[in-house]
Nanobody, 116 residues
Framework: QVQLVESGGGLVQPGGSLRLSCAASGKISSVSRMGWYRQTPGKERELVGEMYSSGTIRYADSVKGRFTVSGDADKSAVFLQMNSLVNEDTAVYYC??????????WGQGTQVTVSS
């Protein structure tokens, strides 16, 4: 069973930056999209940004212009560069790989806290 391992979360001041990384324990093939979601207590998990196999990347409106998703399908890795962080970005961030067959993998989650 492939596992996704995330790293890079932590505490950052408003206006700061963080880079999240997610790597699979093994090769993941037939990936249709890979990206990041986030969740806060009492709310549903929401899309942050995801990269399609076509190269198209879509972002939540709340992070456009501040966050960048990048990835390496050959290495089964995906990254999230977060700039100009605000308090509302505080959440647990999860990486996600979705296959053409409908199977999807989730990371264990990494906490990002934006606070002064």
């Amino acid at each position: 069973q492939v596992q996704l391992v995330e790293s890079g979360g932590g505490l950052v001041q408003p206006g700061g930056s963080l880079r999240l990384s997610c790597a699979a324990s093994g090769k993941i093939s037939s990936v249709s999209r890979m990206g990041w979601y986030r969740q806060t207590p009492g709310k549903e998990r929401e899309l942050v940004g995801e990269m399609y196999s076509s190269g198209t990347i879509r972002y939540a409106d709340s992070v456009k212009g501040r966050f960048t998703v990048s990835g390496d399908a050959d290495k089964s890795a995906v990254f999230l560069q977060m700039n100009s962080l605000v308090n509302e970005d505080t959440a647990v961030y999860y990486c996600n790989f979705r296959l053409w067959l409908g199977v999807q993998y989730w990371g264990q989650g990494t906490q990002v806290t934006v606070s002064s």
